[in-house]
């Protein structure tokens, strides 16, 4: 059985994820064979594995930084919000329920047996397993059947390094507030402390370091120096949506209340010439994009309904009318049809939401969800695509004649008669170098000699570098059991 130390943060967004992605790949080049693991993630941005199921995409992007293929043990319970106060809970890759936050919380409890299942798993197949906490650990009024942060940690005896980030300000509050709420035996658990996105001489912050180990009585195992290329690889985290790129082909993308799987747009950001505007709500669309694509989303009827209300229909149809072309991807690909059948209600409330209709295509919600990494080629030639699909919807129509893909010999996705709008099932698409750049073409653009899976590659490399030179490795791996 390998050892085991868990990353946990003063909050959401402080970069959790990232450094365990970064601690995966360093670990590995010290000759270790090293697995990720997150108890429970919240993200609408999950990833398929092969054996069909589905993971939060952070726990993907660490079993790429681990050199493994990812699957369900790394993380068993990943909760998939479908309104404000509503999840789809997926309990080792499989839709198990549905739950209020506060039923939720009732039956966090049982999920435990799962969690350190699911553990246990990785453990005896790892010498290190790089545990990532969720939100905070000082949430008091969550630790109560708590499977996420020191529930975990106790339950399985997996010490812990608290991490903050300096970029938000207070972090010496950060740290010493956790430590002074924290009870006894959680504040126990924890075996260090580290800081995040530190910028500028991190000696100035000397001090800083001295006064939380004087409030914590926790050491420190290093502070991290703000790493620029954080942004060149895949987000989970909503929050870390951003638009990216610099050219002269803009791709205008409006951000859904539910957006999901957005990761789908990381590798235009980093594609030369190409830019990427990601369309917050209470703003128009811009009238000189070159394309609009409408992303994927947990609540297809619900976001519908959002998109309206920004009045973004509006902006598609007068983009449309000014030659523009318009891209959908599964829950956006649903959209942009004439009619959203949900007549269980899987997708929120049962009945029929009226499309946006730039598709002659009709969907049908159903319970069954088709989870799977496929491959394929564009229509109508030979250059290749792969992906994954994750949706529970079945779509059909007069347009679906004309598809966008063939995967794994059927066709998939659907273009109208005039070409200008399409729509597909596929996440990942963009990923696929020969795809990415087959698409641009028919937009006029000439793509660069991009080959973006190098890219993260390379990025992880030097995170793991950033990690050797900021953090003390060598505490980590002694803090470990």
């Known amino acids: 059985m390998g050892k085991a130390v868990m990353i946990q943060g003063t909050g959401s967004d402080v970069g959790k994820s990232l450094i365990v992605a970064g601690l995966c790949r360093a670990f590995v080049r010290r000759g270790l064979r090293v697995m990720p693991f997150k108890p429970q993630n919240m993200s609408n941005n999950a990833a398929v594995t092969a054996d069909g199921g589905e993971i939060g995409r952070a726990q993907a992007l660490q079993a790429l930084a681990c050199g493994v293929p990812p699957g369900v043990?790394?993380?068993?319970?990943?909760?998939?919000?479908?309104?404000?106060?509503?999840?789809?809970?997926?309990?080792?890759?499989?839709?198990?329920?549905?739950?209020?936050?506060?039923?939720?919380?009732e039956r966090k409890a049982e999920l435990l047996a799962a969690v350190?299942?699911?553990?246990?798993?990785?453990?005896?197949?790892?010498?290190?397993?790089?545990?990532?906490?969720?939100?905070?650990?000082?949430?008091?009024?969550?630790?109560?059947?708590?499977?996420?942060?020191?529930?975990?940690?106790?339950?399985?005896?997996?010490?812990?390094?608290?991490?903050?980030?300096?970029?938000?300000?207070g972090v010496i509050a950060q740290l010493a507030g956790h430590a002074a709420v924290m009870d006894q035996e959680d504040r126990a658990q924890v075996a260090a402390f580290a800081v995040n996105r530190f910028r500028g001489d991190v000696s100035l912050f000397d001090e800083g370091v001295a006064d939380i180990e004087r409030f914590t009585?926790?050491?420190?195992?290093?502070?991290?120096?703000?790493?620029?290329?954080?942004?060149?690889?895949?987000?989970?985290?909503a929050l870390g949506i951003a638009s990216g790129g610099t050219g002269a082909l803009k791709i205008a993308v409006p951000m859904l209340a539910r957006i999901a799987n957005f990761d789908d747009l990381d590798p235009l950001k980093l594609e030369p010439g190409v830019q990427v505007v990601m369309v917050p709500p209470g703003q128009a669309l811009p009238g000189d994009a070159a394309l609009v694509i409408l992303p994927g989303s947990k609540s297809t009827t619900g976001d519908l309904a959002f998109l309206r209300a920004q009045g973004w229909d509006v902006d598609i149809a007068a983009h449309l009318r000014r030659g523009g072309h318009v891209l959908g991807i599964c829950g956006g690909y649903q959209m942009l049809g004439r009619v959203v059948d949900d007549p269980d209600g899987v997708d929120g409330v049962a009945g029929s939401v009226a499309g946006l209709g730039h598709l002659d295509i009709h969907t049908?919600?159903?319970?069954?969800?088709?989870?799977?990494?496929?491959?394929?080629?564009?229509?109508?030639?030979?250059?290749?695509?792969?992906g994954y699909e994750i949706h529970m919807g079945h779509t059909t129509g007069i347009d679906t004649d004309r598809p966008l893909l063939h995967l794994?010999?059927?066709?998939?996705?659907?273009?109208?008669?005039?070409?200008?709008?399409?729509?597909?099932?596929?996440?990942?698409?963009?990923?696929?170098?020969?795809?990415?750049?087959?698409?641009?073409?028919?937009?006029?653009?000439?793509?660069?000699?991009?080959?973006?899976?190098?890219?993260?590659?390379?990025?992880?490399?030097?995170?793991?570098?950033?990690?050797?030179?900021?953090?003390?490795?060598?505490?980590?791996?002694?803090?470990?059991?």
């Open 73 to 105: 043990d790394m993380n068993p319970v990943l909760l998939k919000p479908e309104s404000e106060t509503g999840a789809q809970v997926v309990v080792q890759g499989k839709v198990a329920f549905r739950a209020q936050a506060r039923a939720y919380a």
């Open 116 to 169: 350190a299942d699911s553990f246990t798993r990785l453990r005896n197949n790892a010498d290190l397993v790089i545990v990532e906490g969720a939100g905070s650990p000082a949430e008091t009024n969550l630790r109560a059947n708590d499977i996420a942060n020191m529930g975990f940690a106790r339950a399985l005896d997996v010490p812990v390094i608290l991490m903050g980030d300096i970029n938000r300000g």
């Open 217 to 237: 009585r926790w050491p420190s195992v290093g502070v991290i120096p703000w790493f620029a290329e954080a942004s060149k690889l895949p987000a989970e985290d």
């Open 364 to 386: 049908t919600m159903r319970p069954v969800k088709r989870l799977g990494l496929v491959h394929g080629t564009m229509a109508g030639g030979q250059v290749p695509v792969s």
């Open 408 to 481: 794994d010999g059927r066709p998939d996705g659907a273009t109208s008669a005039d070409g200008q709008v399409s729509g597909t099932y596929l996440h990942g698409l963009f990923a696929h170098d020969a795809f990415r750049a087959a698409y641009l073409t028919r937009l006029g653009h000439q793509a660069g000699d991009l080959i973006y899976a190098q890219v993260v590659e390379d990025v992880l490399d030097r995170l793991a570098e950033h990690l050797e030179a900021s953090m003390d490795l060598d505490a980590i791996a002694a803090i470990a059991r």
